[in-house]
Nanobody, 115 residues
Framework: QVQLVESGGGLVQAGGSLRLSCAAS????????MAWHRQAPGKQRELVAT???????NFAASVKGRFTISRDNGKNTVYLQMNSLRPEDTGVYYC?????????WGQGTQVTVSS
């Protein structure tokens, strides 16, 4: 019943911007941390950004200053605003939602940045 629906991925030229969204639907107790991870081709999945329910954020060094994570607690939705995109940002981006006990992964959305 729980589902994380992502949108906003696609193909963009270097220097461009994309905004990813992830809407968590279903029954949750209390969502604490929401996050975005990504996996580049041939690479391990890595943490991109996190945001707590109170709004505290953390970013991977490689995206700091370029990406912004935000959330709408009323809609159980997390966003990732990606600016100044680089080819190395290419990968599958995964939404991650942490409830009190259970954590959920989105299906992943492809982001491709061309040079």
């Amino acid at each position: 019943q729980v589902q994380l629906v992502e949108s906003g991925g696609g193909l963009v030229q270097a220097g461009g911007s994309l905004r990813l969204s992830c809407a968590a639907s279903g029954t949750f107790y209390s969502i604490n941390t929401m996050a975005w991870h990504r996996q580049a081709p041939g690479k391990q999945r890595e943490l991109v950004a996190t945001i707590t329910r109170g709004g505290s954020t953390n970013f991977a060094a490689s995206v700091k200053g370029r990406f912004t994570i935000s959330r709408d607690n009323g809609k159980n939705t997390v966003y990732l605003q990606m600016n100044s995109l680089r080819p190395e940002d290419t990968g599958v981006y995964y939404c991650y939602v942490v409830d009190v006990i259970t954590a959920y992964w989105g299906q992943g959305t492809q982001v491709t940045v061309s040079s």
